[in-house]
């Protein structure tokens, strides 16, 4: 739910950089809440050597569906409370050679039932007078995951390639065009959502029973990114404009765009209003219930066909991010960012009750020291 947290607009000058960020995402109806405390330090080493190391420790509250549906009479689904904290932090190491730069990082993540280890690998190669970047990158990620309503401890896989440019068009602009595929397998279900099915228990009786969601185990996606900046000189602004296409074996294709304005007024203020749309279809497996189904649910997900889910997220929906950010430098050394953004989430299917859907306000703080 939580993303890596926006930078101030202006670029980080000198050797030596500092910041710290605060972030609370608030669901309405007293739903989830998360709060992040996010730090990142980065220094210039010998031999032009740059290390950037990032730390982040969140907590989420609060009560998410459980994949129930709503009982008959009522648009409200059944909640679940959850409570968790993590904590991670991720180390990059860059050096230049020649016209290539090389970027090795690890990154680890710990939740209270949950552990990830990510390496990756990244290149940047210059051509063209620098006018053009190529990228080139793999990431392999190393999950366990230990719920407390699984028999045993199970693992996930993830392999992650990007291929990329970055090309100057002008003084002016400049475009990012990149590609994507992962590779997903393992234990890719969530633990804690369930489905529900109408059992005949002896003959002529019958009641709802729940049973864990079972998605497949493996899951291969790819990823187009397409993004555009533009300064306009004349009014001190600049424009960014960006689309992203995924599309995945478990049926689901989206559609993200977003575009921002960057506003100086003066010489230390920078005013960034954007806008971001999602839309998504639905898994080929989403079911709200398995009731009238042929589909006999088991006691734990096998990962293997016949696949169903009734977590919301993997229903057709789109949500918009509304959202405007302040840069303040307040010295040549120092600067202070603030984010207001509205969250909105709705179901496209006609099906899902809007009760499991959750809007949401989201606030970032934020403060950089460099030299």
Request: charged share 20%; hydrophobic share 35%.
């Amino acid at each position: 739910m939580l993303l890596w947290l926006a930078l101030p607009v202006r670029p980080v000058r000198g050797e030596y950089s500092l910041s710290y960020k605060f972030q609370s995402w608030q669901e309405d109806n007293g739903r989830v809440r998360v709060d992040a405390h996010y730090a990142e330090v980065s220094t210039t080493l010998s031999t032009e050597t740059k290390l950037k190391l990032v730390g982040l420790i969140d907590t989420i509250a609060g009560a998410t569906p459980s994949g129930q549906p709503a009982r008959p009479g009522s648009d409200q689904v059944p909640l679940s409370t959850l409570t968790d904290r993590r904590e991670a932090w991720h180390l990059d190491v860059t050096h230049p050679f020649n016209r290539v730069t090389v970027t090795g990082g690890f990154a680890t993540s710990k939740e209270s039932d949950y552990l990830s280890d990510v390496w990756s690998l990244n290149t940047l190669t210059d051509f063209n007078q620098k006018n053009t970047q190529l990228l080139a990158g793999y990431a392999r990620a190393n999950d366990d995951i230990t719920a407390r309503f699984l028999s045993r401890p199970r693992e996930k896989t993830a392999d992650d390639f990007i291929v990329g440019l970055n090309q100057l068009l002008g003084p002016n602009t400049s475009l990012t065009a990149n590609l994507s595929y992962g590779r997903t397998r393992g234990y890719l279900a969530d633990p804690y959502k369930i489905v529900e099915k109408e059992t005949e228990i002896l003959p002529g009786l019958s009641i709802d029973l729940t049973f864990p969601e079972n998605r497949p185990s493996a899951k291969d996606k790819w990823i187009l990114f397409l993004g555009l900046n533009h300064a306009v000189e004349s009014v001190r602004g600049a424009w960014e404009a960006s689309y992203r296409l995924l599309d995945d074996d478990w049926g689901t294709t989206s559609h993200t765009i977003e575009v921002a304005w960057f506003q100086q007024i003066g010489e230390r203020l920078t005013v960034r209003p954007a806008v971001r749309i999602y839309d998504q279809s639905a898994a080929d497996f989403y079911r709200l219930t398995l009731t009238g189904t042929p589909i006999t649910p088991t006691n734990e997900g096998t990962g293997l066909a016949p696949y169903y889910s009734s977590d919301y997220r993997l229903s057709a929906m789109r949500t918009t991010m509304l959202g405007v950010k302040a840069v303040w430098e307040v010295a040549p050394w120092c600067s202070v960012d603030l984010t207001l953004e509205r969250y909105l989430m709705r179901g496209r299917d006609g099906i899902t009750p809007r009760s499991a859907y959750a809007d949401a306000n989201v606030i970032t703080l934020g403060a950089r020291l460099w030299r």
